[in-house]
């Protein structure tokens, strides 16, 4: 609760006079030394746990190239070495998909899978074993160690049948390696063992051969392992075996992708030779890469991540732990039947001391995927087939599959079985008889393929790794989502996605098993009687935590309009663990999201492929399939209503499927007390293990009150301890994979509750008390009110309760797609939360395996909270907590308040009364008054005094060295020139509010910030007309200006949405920060409502006024790291001397993946805290995702250091820093530079009221209403004088402390200690300790060099070092030097050409170019033609932000992103004159073509990837063919398709138009109706438009396909549909309108007279030569 201003001046009247004196705890000193305590000692029993969890999560992630060559005809049976030689050289043109360790040289990892190459080891084999096994293993260097390894492996391989034939010691050579891999290099041997006598009759399928080596493998680790031999206490000296099998092998290691061959001289021999060759190049976001985690894996090369990896190793483990079989039937690893049965059945894995562990989350996601999977295709499924079953197509409603239902079959009877092993994924895979590709559902890594005339395969993740004759190629293609392509090893066949699909589906009558087991539960209506009365209802909402907000806010956004609420300006409240109010279980954890490492994926465009679809009952091997596999019940949706849940109920008799079910209360005697939740919890899952046991499939866990009486005598274990906590039982003692879990409760209404239950092990959820809260908000009078007035569209109350199911799902789809995930399925129990305030009880009683590094509450503590909840007996109506609102007196705690923008206006001398509405223009000083420290100090007291919010309120000062006077510390100006604003869009907020922050902190010297929504190029010059009044011609709207002044931000933002991103932006930017997620709503996509899309902002953004915009999720070209990786040359491309910014969302795992990025060459880190935010968001991903920037900032500050990346980055963080104390908190954490989000508007002048969203801002911060934007109140002084008090606060802070630099400040965490007097303000804070988290950051007294930039950079301060890109970039800077080039830009007009050849390591090909234009000229000042040809494959963002006067033309084919954020110009691609393909069938360029283009025109004479056009709003564009998603979120433009589309066209387009040629229809099935309509060209306009870009693309490209549609006009362009948004509805080239309106047929032309022509008439040939010219 916030003191008076009046009581506040009394606390500080004594001590007003020395302002900014702060309390600080210092050392004992005894003479002039002091005894120095190291921060945060551990606590006995305590570990440093900043680090702890999964390893893929928090120790190393990482993405990679990857592809294979296949060639079964030519060489003799042992293939050749060619397929070798050149998959060595694609794996070296991949380079730049790799990364290296810290010393820059030792790769992260490469490596390649082949046939056993028999020549060369002739010396092995013999007419009685023309084939044995071979194993490459990875051993020891010391030899008496490596000795003793290799006496148990031939111990266990004879105790196991296979004879041993000898060890070869591979022939290396050390000195290719970098310093990092040669000090931890294994020593390399190959072992050979004859296949068993018993097995004598396998040769021809060796899979019992394949079934034993395998099983000895695993025995062979048990054993290694019992006797300390398997690997050191560190994790040193691993024994690991590459391979060990009769058909492949593996060759990797820690190198890079060029030295493989020079490490490994058996891949130089001629001798080695093979049909295949699977090769991989790993990027990790380590710098201490481990040999064991180099790919290809034992079957599987992974460019990708599994987001779903813990819920999948959760669910492998409760199927291991499913029944228990005698040990002895695993002590015959030889006999063909038993191994049959061993890898056949889940529960023979888990016997650790016969076979080594399965899974393990100590490994990284690719290792545990290749261990399933190969366990898969060691039982009876074939390489394609398991693949198919772990990593699922988006089978529903997929037009591709219409023809074959077997397909779709099979993906339902194995998706009711597994969870898919969800996150984008390019695997390739061979288990020795075939070699194939496939990728995940959504699409999201490149794939694309060749095959030549011999009958050779190549597929790869880009385009020209290898070179080959075109004239050779007789197909080209690409896989898209969810596709695969298999070669039979055998016979050489390649089959496409359906063939392979189909072939494999037809094993097995899936729909007849389907058809006679699966008993489905489709959505039904909702009972509209009353289950309470209203006192009732009420007392039980509160008991179970609802307050008034949930209703009014929530469940009314919910029922009244089917969607979440939206909300702004970020989480100010306290978090859950530090609140004084009561607080359910779900408040104490975080969503977690994906950023840089793998992508979140779109639920509202992209929903497709997404499903929220589960299953009850038990579950069958996954292994072997039977007709078993079928039974279950499946469950259209997990939110269940009354009705369902009596139709489940009848399934239990055995008529009906016999599905046993049960019931369990949850609720225990008011009268046990708090520790009476302890002994409850114990009761429910011993109750739940005896009813599984007894053969109960459905078990439900409900906390239902009959009436008030049980309400009044009972209280209930919350849902989510309780289900957590069953789960968790039942899979310890084998019985989850028995059961469904259905939670009927009434402490769910929230999408996030919903999220924690099925995360937690929930299958399904009956929300009962929720829907009767719909239907008592149904029933109100006020809602009733509403509804006739028209504020609330009128509903039934069944129809009420649809919209609330509905609003639940689409808000669990929103957040299984902010981790990537497309499949509730794959979500459950997969525990993707991090805890934040939950104590080791609660944790390992519910919540096993989740990370919750601070401590906090214990079980008691939640049954008091929960006790805490119920109402007063004579209470009528709920409590109001302010959780979300504000409440004065009463409610949560809210840090930012009217009252403090009260007490900060005073301070720095702001009257929001005076604005332009008002009196500015005749007040003194525009009205700003003089600045007041005392009332700073009141502001700052406010704050020091408040409740408990935040991690740092539990952290205080602790010096080790003496005071020292103020006057020697460095002034304040040199400090403000680390403050930075917060990334805020103009949009978001109002022109005035937008330029008067950049306006001010460039006068301090700092750094502002664009945010997504460009920027004017007016704001590029300094201000040079300022008058006496501070008032300029330039900026009317402003006040207090100055002569010198610059609007122009620091830092300009690229975001999903790439609003206002040309070529002008990017080179005025003195640094471009990649925007990849927000405090507010990580892992989504930004949004902007259409009432504040005005005319300005829509010019700027390039879309449509009043209409709303919403940017994708970040997932279009950095959906791994290495696409960040490429987006980060694309801007130092395009701008050499502005360094690159990445912003981050503090999460676990947000050290790993700053390394990552600082190795992708980011110049700049910023990490957000999760509390953020200004503009429109999702409550509930404003309250429930994202963690404190303390935690994020202290991780990846720690990280980097240990990784040795600290001083190529510098580190930002921003949310919710106020004060000069925060930021010093912040600094000894490891910042260099702060941001200002929110408190920085309120210097302008932001009061607080919290409407954003609603365009109604009242002073005119938010808002784009003419009449409130007039009544802004602030000037660049205002925030000027904020910044000057937070600067000597943090000067009498430094004197205090005995600090001179602020530098020597950061990373100082040794200055800081818990505050145990805070700690002990609240109760539940009992169990909360930060000294195992923050004891984690090093040490870094002794050694500052991590401050300034690499010596290799020159040692000097980071903020004047820039990175640059290197070979890849060598083409553009040739290009840029050439001196016709230079003659063509420095003189301004005629035509110049110019030709050079191209590779795919040539990436950002011509962006260095338009840099250098637009820095000369802008965007459309080149008067001249530059017309520059190209011959070759092109490396990624081929022609990116080309501008106009640049004519590209490249002869070959083009990797992702062509004409990536082109701006204006001409780009063609085509085919070599003389391909052997056909040119409309083959893929020619990748995915997300013209991404974020402004302008130009595109010809491509082929197909176009997935995601063609995405957020294009100007460029014409002709492909003969594209993937999913064409037209996404387009804001205008054209497009024209010459060839068949995928799926979801038009999805989020709100301006633009397309063009699609339907030649053998199904067409309409593939458009996402959404928001755009089709129909036929029926305009006269439409057809000039159409026929005009398609003549100009024969004329470009000599398209075959153009020209018979020319051909053939009259009858052709009945076969076009036209795609158009309402936007367009009544433009020329969708309605008939009065004859004479212009038409626009390029985006190109010497003049605009020239594009376009009047209705009625046709292009005359000269009109239609210029306008192709």
Request: proline content about 4%; glycine content about 10%.
């Amino acid at each position: 609760m916030r003191l008076p201003q009046a009581a506040m001046m009394a606390v500080i009247a004594a001590s007003a006079a020395s302002a900014f004196q702060t309390h600080i705890s210092r050392p004992h000193v005894v003479g002039s030394s002091t005894t120095s305590l190291n921060a945060f000692h551990l606590k006995e029993g305590e570990t440093r746990n900043m680090f702890e969890g999964p390893a893929p999560l928090v120790k190393e992630r990482d993405a990679c190239g990857v592809g294979f060559i296949a060639n079964t005809q030519s060489g003799d049976e042992f293939g050749t070495h060619k397929v070798l030689s050149q998959g060595l050289h694609a794996l070296d043109c991949m380079e730049h998909r790799g990364a290296c360790g810290g010393d820059g040289i030792s790769g992260d990892g490469a490596g390649i899978m082949t046939q056993i190459p028999w020549k060369l080891f002739a010396d092995y084999r013999s007419d009685g074993c023309p084939q044995p096994g071979v194993g490459q293993v990875f051993l020891p260097q010391e030899e008496e160690r490596r000795n003793e390894v290799k006496e148990v492996i031939e111990k266990v391989c004879e105790a196991n049948e296979l004879e041993f034939l000898g060890w070869r010691e591979v022939p290396v050579d050390p000195s290719t390696l970098g310093p990092q891999a040669r000090e931890v290099v294994p020593s390399m041997w190959q072992m050979f063992v004859k296949a068993p006598a018993r097995l004598e009759d396998d040769e021809e399928t060796r899979d019992a051969f394949e079934r034993t080596l395998y099983l000895v493998r695993r025995r062979i680790a048990v054993e290694l392992k019992a006797l300390d031999l398997l690997k050191k206490e560190d994790g040193s000296e691993e024994v690991y075996f590459a391979s060990f099998s009769s058909q492949t092998i593996v060759y990797k290691g820690m190198v890079q992708g060029c030295v493989l061959s020079q490490f490994y001289k058996d891949l130089e021999n001629e001798d080695y030779t093979t049909k295949f060759v699977i090769y991989h190049r790993r990027f990790s976001t380590n710098t201490n890469p481990k040999w064991p985690l180099a790919q290809p894996m034992r079957v599987v090369g992974h460019n990708g991540e599994i987001n779903t990896l813990i819920g999948n190793v959760n669910w492998v483990r409760a199927r291991e732990k499913s029944k228990t079989l005698p040990e002895e039937a695993l002590g015959d690893l030889v006999g063909k039947e038993n191994t049959d049965n061993i890898v056949m059945m889940c529960n023979t894995q888990d016997v650790p001391n016969l076979l080594e562990p399965l899974v393990d989350l100590g490994r990284s996601d690719s290792a545990n995927l290749d261990a399933v999977f190969e366990l898969m295709t060691k039982s009876r499924h074939r390489a394609p087939c398991a693949l198919m079953g772990l990593v699922p197509t988006a089978y529903e409603n997929e037009p591709a599959l219409a023809d074959n239902p077997e397909i779709v079959d099979f993906y339902k009877f194995h998706g009711g079985l597994l969870e898919a092993w969800d996150g984008p994924a390019l695997l390739v895979f061979s288990d020795g008889k075939s070699i194939g590709a496939s990728l995940d559902r959504n699409g999201l890594r490149p794939a694309r393929y060749s095959i030549t005339q011999d009958g050779t395969v190549y597929m790869m993740s880009e385009t020209g790794v290898v070179d080959l004759d075109e004239a050779q190629i007789v197909q080209k293609g690409r896989l898209g989502p969810g596709q695969m392509i298999n070669v039979d090893l055998a016979t050489g066949e390649f089959k496409d996605n359906i063939a392979i699909k189909s072939e494999i589906a037809s094993r097995h009558p899936y729909g007849e098993w389907i058809a006679n087991a699966r008993k489905d539960v489709q959505k039904m209506s909702f009972a509209e009687e009353r289950i309470y009365d209203d006192s009732t209802t009420t007392f039980a909402q509160g008991s179970f935590g609802w307050g008034l907000e949930d209703i009014g806010m929530q469940i009314q956004d919910m029922a009244g309009s089917a969607k979440e609420t939206t909300y702004s300006m970020g989480d100010d409240a306290p978090i859950a663990v530090l609140s004084t109010r009561p607080h359910t279980p779900y408040n104490y954890f975080k969503q977690r999201f994906a950023q840089v490492t793998n992508p979140p994926i779109d639920p509202l465009r992209e929903g497709v492929v997404m499903s929220v679809a589960m299953t009850l009952g038990k579950k069958e091997s996954i292994y072997k399939v039977s007709e078993k596999g079928a039974r279950l019940i499946h469950l259209e949706s997990p939110v269940l209503n009354s009705n369902e849940m009596e139709r489940i109920a009848s399934y239990a008799e055995e008529e009906n499927g016999g599905f046993a079910q049960g019931t369990i209360s949850t609720r225990y005697s008011l009268s046990d007390g708090p520790d009476g939740m302890k002994a409850a919890i114990d009761a429910i899952c011993d109750k739940a293990a005896e009813d599984v046991r007894n053969g109960v499939e459905v078990l439900i866990l409900s906390d239902k009150a009959d009436d008030q009486s049980v309400l009044d005598e009972t209280t209930y274990i919350p849902p989510l301890v309780a289900v957590g906590a069953v789960h968790h039982r039942l899979i310890a003692e084998g019985l989850r994979m028995d059961t469904g879990i259905v939670v009927e409760t009434g402490s769910a209404w929230s999408t996030h509750h919903f999220a924690c239950l099925v995360g937690y092990g929930a299958n399904a959820v009956h929300p009962y008390l929720a829907l009767e809260t719909v239907k008592q908000w149904h029933g109100n009078s006020r809602t009733q009110k509403m509804m006739e007035a028209g504020k609330l569209e009128t509903t039934t109350v069944d129809e009420a309760q649809q919209n609330y199911r509905k609003a639940v799902e689409n808000g669990l789809l929103k957040i299984l797609s902010k981790m990537g995930i497309s499949l509730l399925s794959s979500y459950q129990g997969a525990q993707i939360f991090e805890a934040m305030g939950l104590g080791s009880e609660v944790v390992d009683t519910s919540f096993k395996g989740t990370t919750s590094r601070i401590g906090g509450v214990g079980l008691s503590d939640i049954a008091s909270e929960t006790a805490m909840m119920r109402p007063e007996d004579d209470s009528s109506k709920l409590i109001n907590y302010g959780y979300y609102k504000p409440v004065p007196k009463l409610g949560e705690y809210h840090a930012n308040s009217a009252d403090l923008a009260k007490l900060l206006h005073t301070a720095i001398g702001l009257d929001k009364k005076v604005s332009a509405a008002t009196n500015r223009d005749e007040a003194e000083n525009d009205g700003v008054k003089p600045k007041s420290v005392a009332d700073y100090e009141i502001f700052k007291k406010s704050l020091e005094t408040a409740p408990l919010a935040n991690i740092r309120d539990l952290l205080d000062f602790e010096s080790d060295r003496e005071s020292i006077p103020l006057d020697e510390v460095e002034p304040a100006a040199e400090i403000m020139k680390r403050f930075c604003t917060g990334a805020m869009s103009l949009g978001a907020l109002s022109r005035e509010a937008h330029e008067t922050l950049a306006i001010a902190v460039n006068r301090v010297g700092g750094k502002s910030n664009s945010g997504e929504g460009g920027e004017d190029i007016i704001r590029g010059q300094d201000l040079t007309d300022v008058d006496e009044k501070g008032r300029s011609p330039t900026f009317p709207h402003l006040a207090g200006l100055k002569n010198g002044d610059s609007a122009n931000s620091f830092v300009h933002q690229v975001a999903s949405g790439r609003f206002g991103v040309t070529p002008q932006f990017l080179t005025t930017a003195k640094q471009l920060e990649i925007k990849m997620a927000q405090g507010a709503k990580p892992g989504e996509g930004g949004q902007l409502p259409g009432p504040k899309v005005s005319e300005y902002i829509a010019g700027l953004r390039a879309s449509k006024q009043g209409v709303t915009l919403i940017s994708p999720p970040p997932h279009h070209d950095i959906y791994s790291i290495e696409d960040l990786a490429q987006l980060v040359h694309d801007l130092h491309a395009v701008n050499e001397k502005a360094g690159v910014s990445v912003k981050l969302v503090s999460s676990i795992g947000i050290g790993t993946v700053a390394c990552g990025v600082a190795k992708a060459q980011a110049d700049v880190i910023q990490i957000s805290g999760g509390d953020g935010g200004t503009g429109a968001s999702p409550l509930s991903s404003i309250k429930h995702a994202g963690m404190p920037w303390e935690m994020g900032l202290s991780e990846a500050h720690s990280a980097l250091l240990n990784n040795g990346l600290r001083d190529r980055v510098t580190l930002r963080v921003d949310g919710g820093i106020r004060t000069g104390r925060d930021l010093a908190i912040a600094a000894m954490m490891g910042a260099e530079e702060f941001g200002f989000g929110t408190i920085a508007m309120i210097a302008e002048g932001c009061v607080m009221a919290r409407v954003c969203h609603l365009n109604t801002c009242p002073v005119g911060v938010t808002s784009q209403k003419e009449q409130l934007r007039k009544k802004f109140p602030g000037t660049p002084e205002h925030v000027v004088n904020f910044f000057e008090f937070v600067a000597e606060e943090i000067r009498e802070l430094m004197a205090h402390l005995g600090y001179s630099k602020f530098e020597d400040l950061i990373g100082r965490a040794d200055l800081l200690k818990e505050d145990e007097d805070q700690l002990a303000r609240i109760a539940k804070t009992k169990g909360v300790s930060l000294s195992g988290f923050f004891s984690s950051i090093p040490e870094s007294k002794g050694d500052r060099a991590f401050l300034r930039a690499t010596p290799a950079e020159g040692g000097g301060l980071k903020d004047d070092v820039v990175h640059v890109n290197g070979f890849s970039s060598d083409l553009d800077r040739e290009m840029c030097d050439h001196p016709d080039v230079k003659a063509a830009i420095e003189n301004n007009d005629g035509e110049t050409a110019v030709s050079f050849n191209i590779k795919n390591t040539d990436r950002s090909t011509c962006a260095m170019l338009a840099g250098d234009i637009a820095r000369k000229y802008g965007n459309k000042g080149l008067e001249g033609n530059l017309n520059i040809n190209m011959f070759g494959s092109a490396g990624q963002s081929f022609g990116a932000f080309t501008l106009p006067g640049m004519k590209v033309r490249l002869t070959g084919e083009a990797n992702d992103y062509v004409g990536k954020g082109m701006h204006g110009g001409e780009i063609v691609v085509l085919p070599e004159a003389d391909a052997g393909f056909v040119a409309a069938d083959s893929s020619i360029v990748g995915n997300a073509c013209l991404y974020g283009a402004t302008g130009g025109d595109f010809h491509a004479n082929g197909r176009a990837g997935e995601r063609f056009c995405v957020r294009n709003s100007g460029a014409y564009a002709v492909c003969e063919g594209t993937g999913d998603h064409c037209c996404e979120y387009m804001t205008g433009g054209v497009v024209v398709s010459l060839g068949t589309v995928g799926r979801n066209v038009g999805a989020g387009m709100t301006g633009g138009i397309g063009y699609f040629y339907d030649e053998n229809g199904g067409f309409e099935e593939r458009v996402n109706g959404e928001i755009v309509k089709y129909q036929r060209v029926v305009t006269a306009a439409g057809e000039i438009q159409l026929r005009n870009i398609v003549e100009r693309h024969f004329e470009k490209t000599g398209s075959e396909k153009a020209e018979a549609i020319l051909d053939n006009w009259e009858e052709e362009v009945g076969k076009f549909w036209q795609v158009y948004p309402p936007s367009e509805a009544s433009s020329a080239v969708v309605a008939e309108t009065i004859v004479g309106e212009a038409v626009k047929v390029s985006a190109v032309a010497p003049s605009e007279d020239l594009c376009y022509l009047p209705i009625g008439a046709g292009m005359n040939p000269d009109q239609t030569t210029r306008c192709a010219d």
